[in-house]
């Protein structure tokens, strides 16, 4: 994962409110959704990750949490900077730990991701964490933070948008529709651009790796950041549930040694479904006698015999999804569509 540029489009459709299954965290803890949203909610702005070094980023995304009816907070150490990281691990910790403890505080956004996420897992207070439970969202580096957090108390999280996204409508009303209005989704790739007057889709193309349908819990985000907690009491689970990746700027080679990497610790092993994302800038450049990106995701992927698809409009694009870790989704490998089962929110 490197440096990301956000891109893109998004589609979303209304879907069923059947229940699903319940997922168990790595730790055994129930499963736990964060009460809905407000207008008039305080809406914590953190920074987890990379340092903001621009004044100006913070006072967008304060302007965005307003125009969204939220009432900002900035943690403290929001324009803190330690080298390329918003202080030091502590002092970042510190700061999600204290938003998580102020019952004033309805949802955590970050204003970035970048990296950093992964170096506070160890230090933050899970007991206060799942006693207040309530929104965080981000994508990217954010993964990290998603995936600790619902491993160790059991907690929805959302992999969406972070503070300096673009925040167009057709990002904003499926993200109140899931976060404020509570309703559950159907995930399905938009037509982009000029695609909306062809005959055949450019953008956003599908590629079904093995037909089927599956039901599980969602997990997933960034493949680089995963890999970089394989082993890790912060990486939940994996069994049953419909596991999707995404990332940027990465060859080949090193997306198939990280998708080796996580079969080799067998977090591949009984997933119930697989959807790969978008991997933009992830082409072989000059290399000569590269594998596809299509070749390396059946090479490791088709093996499994579970409904799998790559292709979703998930990662560094936009509008983003707003996807509920932890909840439970049926996907289609045929249709590429990732459907809802329940609220994420309560």
């Known amino acids: 994962m ?9 589609g979303m459709a209304t879907a069923g409110v059947a229940l699903g299954q319940r997922a168990v965290p790595a730790q055994g803890h129930p499963i736990l959704k964060p009460p809905r949203l407000r207008e008039g909610d305080v809406v914590g702005i953190v920074s987890p990750a990379g340092a903001t070094f621009e004044r100006d980023r913070l006072d967008l995304v304060i302007d965005a ?8 907070e900035v943690a403290p150490h929001a324009l803190a900077r330690y080298g390329y990281l918003a202080g030091t691990d502590t002092e970042r910790a510190a700061d999600l730990n204290a938003m998580f403890a102020d019952s004033a505080v309805k949802a955590l956004l970050p204003i970035r ?12 207070d899970y007991d206060t964490i799942r006693a207040n439970p309530k929104v965080l969202i981000g994508f990217s580096d954010i993964s990290a933070l998603l995936l600790g957090i619902y491993a160790q108390t059991g907690l929805v999280t959302f992999h969406g948008p972070h503070g300096i996204t673009s925040w167009r409508p057709e990002q904003v009303e499926p993200l109140r529709r899931i976060l404020i209005n509570g309703e559950a989704l159907t995930y399905r ?13 450019d953008q956003g193309r599908l590629q079904t790796i093995t037909p089927g349908q599956a039901t599980g ?24 549930a419909i596991l999707f990746l995404e990332d940027v700027g990465e060859s080949p080679y090193r997306i198939d040694r990280m998708l080796t990497q996580l079969k080799l610790a067998g977090v591949l092993n009984g997933l119930a479904g697989f959807v790969f994302g978008q991997c933009q800038a992830c082409g072989p450049g000059q290399s000569y006698g590269s594998l596809t990106l299509e070749e390396i995701l059946r090479d490791h992927i088709q093996p499994l015999g579970i409904p799998a698809y790559g292709g979703a409009w998930i ?3 936009e509008p983003l999804w707003t996807l509920p870790i932890g909840g439970t989704l049926t996907m289609d490998a045929i249709a590429g569509t990732l459907q809802m089962q329940s609220p994420a929110v309560v």
């Open 2 to 10: 490197r440096r990301r540029q956000l891109l893109g489009g998004l």
């Open 65 to 72: 949490v307003k125009a969204l009816g939220f009432v900002p």
């Open 113 to 124: 991701g970048d990296w950093g996420s992964a170096r506070i897992l160890p230090y933050l």
């Open 189 to 201: 790739n938009p037509l982009l651009g000029a695609d909306q007057d062809r005959l055949m889709r």
């Open 217 to 240: 819990p969602l997990l997933g985000g960034n493949l680089s950041v995963i890999a970089g907690i394989v082993g890790s009491p912060y990486l939940p689970d994996t069994t049953g």
């Open 315 to 317: 990662g560094h694009v």
